[in-house]
């Protein structure tokens, strides 16, 4: 079964638009965490931003922030201001805690094109 | 911050030979590392994790003779693919547990392995 879902294989935002990522997550894991990454072209890995299992407040950081919803169980990605550079792939992951040993685990990714 | 390095970063090889990727934490002690891949346009798929000093744990499908990994130091892990085939061509990116304050996992650069 899928752990981490993302259902939008390709997105397209107006250049300084916010767009929103969708992520859903399974888990029976009571303590895990939620990531989002960044892929360009060049492969790297970039991580974005990170949200606890426990934490009671949305994390942010800079234009990204995470709408969790826990009892829905999805971790939406927003991007404020979207610019020309955030163009890539986008992926949602999650890793569990010791009963998960501690994997990560990532969705299908999200393509984003930032339009001029 | 933490960095990961991988060596090396992309290599053709013939069918039939051997190829071993290197996986390095350059400012700190990783327990734990775990290997990817990644075919075009496809999320990252764990293949195994890798605890120092003990026999890395494969995930279901991942051929452990195959891929054979070494995680003999806190700051080095090896994957070797043996016998390689063209269909072994892929991205191969390993990422390293920094059990810490943060826990974090750091990624590296990735390892882009063609086999004509």
């Known amino acids: 079964a899928q752990k981490i879902t993302q259902t939008q294989p390709g997105m397209f935002v107006q250049e300084k638009e916010a767009v929103t990522l969708d992520c859903t997550y399974d888990?029976?894991?009571?303590?895990?965490?939620l990531f989002w990454y960044k892929q360009p072209s060049s492969g790297e890995m970039i991580f974005l931003i990170y949200?606890?299992?426990?934490?009671?407040q949305n994390a942010t950081e800079g234009r990204y922030s995470l709408n969790f919803q826990k009892a829905r169980k999805s971790a939406n990605l927003v991007i404020s201001a979207s610019q020309l550079g955030d163009s890539a792939m986008y992926f949602c992951a999650m890793r569990e805690g010791e009963g998960g040993g501690f994997k990560t685990i990532f969705g299908a990714g999200t393509r984003l094109f930032v339009k001029a | 911050g933490a960095v990961v390095s991988q060596h090396p970063s992309r290599v053709i090889c013939k069918s039939g030979t051997s190829v071993k990727i290197e996986c390095r934490s350059l400012d700190f002690q990783a327990t734990t590392m775990f290997w990817y891949r990644q075919f075009p346009k496809q999320s990252l798929m764990l293949m195994a994790t890798?605890?120092?000093?003990?026999?890395?744990?494969?995930e279901q499908g991942v051929e452990k003779d195959k891929f054979l990994i070494n995680h003999a130091s806190l700051t080095l892990s090896t994957l070797t693919v043996t016998s390689a085939h063209p269909e072994d061509s892929s991205f191969y990116i390993c990422s390293a547990r920094d059990p810490g304050a943060t826990d974090t996992q750091y990624f590296g650069p990735g390892t882009r392995l063609t086999v004509l």
């Open positions: 949200q606890g299992s426990y934490d009671q």
């Open positions: 890798s605890n120092e000093g003990s026999k890395a744990t494969y």
């Open positions: 888990t029976s894991d009571p303590s895990y965490g």
